[in-house]
Nanobody, 124 residues
């Protein structure tokens, strides 16, 4: 089992930045690729970013590419999502997830463990 706890969400204005954190506990953190997903009101959950177990490979949704950066600190069992130049359409609950393998994935069905989510609201 892996427990994931997100933090860092909040209310910001368009153009601002936020950094989300996801602290993991339980099984060895480096066994898992990690990902961030989000769900806006009335919409399905969507992929945001993913990172391999070592941090050497990353992949982003087109909608956030160039604005968001995913990273991980395996010594701290933590994955981050740096979000810059936020837009109102980024408003959503953001979820951290641990994949079933060490290779990264954009498919939510390849993630076994999920956090409770943190709200990000971007006002215009």
């Amino acid at each position: 089992q892996v427990q994931l706890v997100e933090s860092g969400g909040g209310l910001v204005q368009a153009g601002d930045s936020l950094r989300l954190s996801c602290a993991a506990s339980g099984r060895t953190f480096t066994w898992y690729a990690m990902g961030w997903f989000r769900q806006a009101p009335g919409k399905e959950r969507e992929f945001v970013a993913t990172i391999s177990w070592s941090g050497g490979s990353t992949y982003y949704a087109d909608s956030v590419k160039g604005r968001f950066t995913i990273s991980r600190d395996n010594a701290k069992n933590t994955v981050y999502l740096q979000m810059n130049n936020l837009k109102p359409e980024d408003t959503a609950v953001y979820y951290c997830a641990a994949a079933r393998s060490r290779g990264y994935s954009y498919k939510d069905n390849e993630y076994a463990y999920w956090g409770q989510g943190t709200q990000v609201t971007v006002s215009s």
